[in-house]
């Protein structure tokens, strides 16, 4: 299994900014894929977007295009979000997963880091 460990969320005032990290690690393992989820307070999880290896592909959801960023290293499995004009729509707990090559979808997640958006 991979373990997945994020950091970066915090309290910020509508229109900041804010720099999210994941790193894996875990051992012998090939990933296709990194991204990020958020879970706000009494929603089901969405995903935010996501980077995929290789390629350097980049996906996100309609609510985030234009104001987040996904970048990473793929040499170190580490993926950041920049989440730049936060809205406390944005408020929520963000996760960071991990797509396995060959794998359908991601299995591994990591623990959650809050954002927290004042208005």
């Known amino acids: 299994q991979v373990q997945l460990v994020e950091s970066g969320g915090g309290l910020v005032q509508a229109g900041g900014s804010l720099r999210l990290s994941c790193a894996a690690s875990?051992?012998?393992?090939?990933?296709?894929?990194m991204g990020w989820f958020r879970q706000a307070p009494g929603k089901e999880r969405e995903f935010v977007g996501a980077?995929?290896?290789?390629?350097?592909?980049?996906a996100y959801v309609d609510a985030v295009k234009g104001r987040f960023t996904i970048s990473g290293d793929e040499a170190k499995n580490t993926v950041y979000l920049q989440m730049n004009s936060l809205k406390p729509e944005d408020t929520a707990v963000y996760y960071c997963?991990?797509?396995?090559?060959?794998?359908?979808?991601?299995?591994?997640w990591g623990q959650g880091t809050p954002v927290t958006v004042s208005s």
């Open positions: 997963a991990a797509r396995r090559s060959g794998y359908t979808w991601y299995d591994d």
């Open positions: 875990g051992g012998t393992f090939s990933l296709y894929a």
């Open positions: 980077i995929t290896w290789g390629t350097s592909t980049i």
